[in-house]
């Protein structure tokens, strides 16, 4: 008779996992490997100049699709319409119009004038609804006299093809 075989299987990992640091969770610890170094006592002599905190970069303009998913989901949750209801009025899939609404996916233009329509809204109603909230968020991070103005009050969304 032959010997079973443990009831354990082998685990062979196929690429090493990637190092990068890992959102501890309470109550779990990291391996000794993944420990931060203890802290050591400095040597610097105490005439030291203070160091300065490096410059702060630089805040992210916001990205087209991102301002885009919020528009439509405040208005659709304005309209007290469920996804599933624009999704199936615009004739696409509730997974990629969450993922629009979102920021995750870069939706086409005939996409965003399906679900635009499906909310009673055009395609310009929508891009103007956008520029607005790209607008109302970017002016917040500049200063009043920044981008050169040239002293016009026209505000306006110029799209090229």
Do not use: F
């Amino acid at each position: 008779m032959s010997e079973q075989a443990p009831n354990e299987a082998r685990v062979i990992p196929l690429r090493r996992a990637a190092v990068r640091p890992a959102a501890v969770r309470p109550g779990t610890t990291r391996p000794p490997s993944e420990r931060p170094a203890p802290a050591r006592p400095s040597t610097a002599p105490a005439t030291a100049a203070p160091t300065t905190a490096p410059p702060a970069a630089a805040p992210r303009e916001p990205l087209w699709r991102d301002l885009v998913g919020d528009v439509l989901r405040r208005e659709r949750l304005a309209q007290e319409r469920t996804l599933k209801d624009v999704a199936d009025a615009a004739r696409i899939s509730m997974p990629y119009l969450s993922e629009v609404e979102r920021g995750r996916k870069e939706a086409s233009s005939e996409v965003l004038a399906a679900a635009a329509h499906a909310l009673g809204l055009g395609l310009g109603d929508l891009l103007t609804l956008v520029q607005g909230e790209l607008t109302r968020v970017t002016s917040r991070r500049v200063p009043p006299s920044g981008r050169g103005r040239s002293g016009s009050s026209y505000d306006g969304l110029c799209l090229a093809a």
